[in-house]
């Protein structure tokens, strides 16, 4: 049974707080993102991956970086919370090079940052 | 760039009542994907159908119905003799090839709630 799992399903940290949300997948895929889901705006792209040690910035970068230093494992990084970083972040993974198959998603942190 | 629309933010209907969710994208890709995920109350998202922007046949898998119209860029989803189940956040989402790999370009998700 395929797998995507994150290491908290809610956090809350304080404004100015080093953050990481960590993404592991057992499938073996290449390619994995980190996605922020709001109220209106469905999920959008913060950074991806498709290769270890590889990373490239999605739609919404700024304020988050990314590490990903074993094929199984994505880390999302908040260098330091603000509020309007609350919000549900969801991970996912997909495989081949140039994979058009479905991608696996976790279930999702919800962070607040207060 | 690529835009998905779901112009319907939420639904509410009554149980077995047929239900019908829009989407309208935008590309200039020729070759492209097409997508729908659930998102039940548990929050992760599930997979529901994917479709290849040359396969316009319509699909059907039990009570779930999928509507491709390359014409009018619309690919609809509807559910038949809808079930409590069946409430969750939908979403469309539409492929990008970048750097190799592929990115989804995702529509702001339409809340649908069956009551009984």
């Known amino acids: 049974d395929v797998k995507v799992t994150q290491s908290s399903r809610y956090l809350v940290k304080r404004t100015g707080e080093k953050v990481f949300l960590e993404c592991v997948q057992d499938m073996d895929h290449e390619n994995m993102f980190w996605y922020r889901q709001d109220p209106g705006l469905g999920l959008r792209l913060i950074y991806f991956?498709?290769?270890?040690?590889?990373?490239e910035k999605g739609d919404i970068p700024e304020g988050y970086s990314v590490s990903r230093e074993k094929k199984e494992r994505f880390s999302l990084i908040l260098e330091s919370a603000s509020t309007n970083q609350t919000s549900m972040y969801l991970c996912?993974?997909?495989?081949?090079?140039?994979?058009?198959?479905?991608?696996?998603f976790g279930p999702g942190t919800r962070l607040t940052v207060l | 760039a690529q835009k998905v629309t779901q112009a319907q933010t939420e639904i509410s209907v009554v149980e077995k009542e047929d239900v019908t969710l829009d989407c309208v994208y935008e590309?200039?890709?020729?070759?492209?994907?097409l997508f729908w995920y659930k998102q039940p109350p548990s929050g992760e998202l599930v997979f529901l159908i994917r479709?290849?922007?040359?396969?316009?046949q319509n699909e059907i898998s039990g009570r779930y119905s999928w509507n491709f119209q390359k014409s009018t860029s619309s690919f609809n989803f509807t559910i038949t003799a809808s079930q409590v189940v069946d409430s969750a956040v939908y979403f469309c989402a539409l492929s990008e090839k970048i750097q190799g790999a592929q990115k989804l370009v995702f529509g702001q998700g339409t809340r649908l709630t069956i009551n009984p």
């Open positions: 996912a993974s997909t495989g081949g090079a140039l994979s058009y198959n479905e991608q696996f």
């Open positions: 991956s498709y290769d270890v040690k590889m990373k």
């Open positions: 479709r290849n922007s040359f396969d316009e």
């Open positions: 590309t200039r890709d020729t070759t492209y994907y």
